[in-house]
Each structure stands twice: as structure tokens, then as C-alpha cells.
């Protein structure tokens, strides 16, 4: 079974600071997908990494995929209310099924 | 990418009955994806249902208690039968969207008294 860790599990900030979200396995995934969830919706694709050592950004956000395909990590800069959210990373398989890590509650102070 | 219409979004039931949850989806997709998310926490896979075939269910769920349909290539849904508190719970259709990543309905959020 393919397990995915991530952490810190809570995390509350101020406005205007940066934060890491972490996902860890001991499996390799072809590619690994980060999504953000709101209350009352389903999670949202925000973006998908496949290369070992790639890095995305999108706008304050930075990916990036480890060299072993086993972990990643999203960095967010300047953090604004509106990134509150649930964070979940999740790994795309063989059977083109996602397996999700255990989420990150971020919570963004004015 | 594809947009999926789930309903119910929320609902009450009593012990013993059942629920159906539809998922709606606008496109043709081949595989649709069923999950259970404790709110706040990770989504966990229920089972992976092909149009014309079987669903595969993982482990720990049974066709008994969480029977699937997928009549056609835009539509299922998932029952959750004999129902009891342990099943409160938010439950999410889902498909793959090619290189859009995976997309998902809105939930249902499912309460057993």
C-alpha cells in the first residue's frame, strides 16, 4: 500500500508570511498532484508535477517534485486569507488511481 | 477539464436505511472514482467503477454495503445501505481528466442518526 505523509497536519499564520507544506512517501509515483479544498466543495487541481527535480510556480506558489519521485513540497509566499484551505497532495499510481495524503488545514489570519 | 454535478450535497438519514448518491458527469469518461472524507482530513478510495464492468472495490468496503452503478459513460452512483453513524461521513465522486488532473463533484455530506 502506498502511503503518502504530510505535515504539518495544522498550521495557522498571519497574513504576509511563507509557509512549507511537506508530502512524504516511501513509494515512487509516476506523478504527484497538489489540491486545495474548501468547505462544502470538492478538491481542486492546482497543478501536477511528473519529473523528478521539477519545479512549478504558480504566482506565490512553488512546487516541487523530489529527484526520487517520493516526496514533494509546496511553498507558499506572502500567504493571503484567501489561501485558507485544505491541502492535499496525492500520487498517481499504475492503476491511474490517486492515493491522497493526509491533508494540511491552513489557516490564513488578516 | 470536466464538470461533475453531485447530489444530494447534504442529508440526514436514520439508521437502516439507505442512500443513493448520484454523480452527473458533462463529458464521456471511462473511469469514475468514489471517496470517503472524514471533514478536514484525507479522502480514502472506495472503489474504482468502469462503465460495463464490475467495480473494484478496496480494501475494507464491500459491494453489499456501498453498491455501485455505471449504466453509461456520463453516470453513477454509489448506495450506502443499512446505514449506521460510522457512516457519517462526506462522499466524493470523482474522474480523471486527462492532463487536467482529476476533477470532483461538490460532496455529500452524509449524516446517520
Known amino acids: 500500500t502506498q502511503l503518502l505523509e504530510q505535515s504539518p497536519q495544522f498550521l495557522s499564520i498571519q497574513e504576509g508570511e511563507n509557509l512549507t507544506v511537506y508530502c512524504n512517501s516511501s513509494?515512487?509515483?509516476?506523478?504527484l498532484q497538489w489540491y486545495r479544498q474548501e468547505p462544502g466543495e470538492g478538491p481542486v487541481l492546482l497543478v501536477t508535477?511528473?519529473?523528478?527535480?521539477e519545479v512549478k510556480k504558480l504566482k506565490r506558489l512553488t512546487f516541487q517534485f523530489g529527484d526520487a519521485r517520493k516526496d514533494s513540497s509546496l511553498h507558499i509566499t506572502a500567504a493571503q486569507p484567501g489561501d485558507t484551505g485544505l491541502y492535499l497532495c496525492?500520487?498517481?499510481?499504475?492503476?491511474?488511481?490517486?492515493?491522497f495524503g493526509s491533508g494540511t488545514q491552513l489557516t490564513v489570519l488578516p | 477539464s470536466a464538470v461533475i454535478s453531485q447530489k444530494p450535497s447534504r442529508d440526514i438519514c436514520q439508521r437502516g436505511t439507505s442512500l443513493t448518491i448520484q454523480c452527473q458527469v458533462d463529458?464521456?469518461?471511462?473511469?469514475m472514482f468514489w471517496y470517503r472524507q472524514q471533514p478536514g482530513q484525507s479522502l480514502t478510495l472506495i472503489a474504482t467503477?468502469?462503465?460495463?464492468?464490475?467495480?473494484?472495490?478496496e480494501s475494507g468496503f464491500v459491494i453489499d454495503k456501498f453498491p455501485i452503478s455505471r449504466p453509461n459513460l456520463t453516470f453513477s452512483t454509489l448506495t450506502v445501505s443499512n446505514m449506521s453513524p460510522e457512516d457519517s461521513s462526506i462522499y466524493l465522486c470523482?474522474?480523471?481528466?486527462?492532463?487536467?488532473?482529476?476533477?470532483f463533484g461538490s460532496g455529500t455530506r452524509l449524516t446517520v442518526v
Open positions: 513509494s515512487v509515483f509516476s506523478s
Open positions: 467503477a468502469n462503465q460495463g464492468s464490475e467495480a473494484t472495490y
Open positions: 470523482s474522474t480523471e481528466g486527462g492532463g487536467h488532473g482529476y476533477t
Open positions: 463529458s464521456q469518461v471511462t473511469m
Open positions: 508535477v511528473v519529473t523528478g527535480g
Open positions: 496525492a500520487g498517481a499510481g499504475s492503476a491511474r488511481q490517486l492515493t
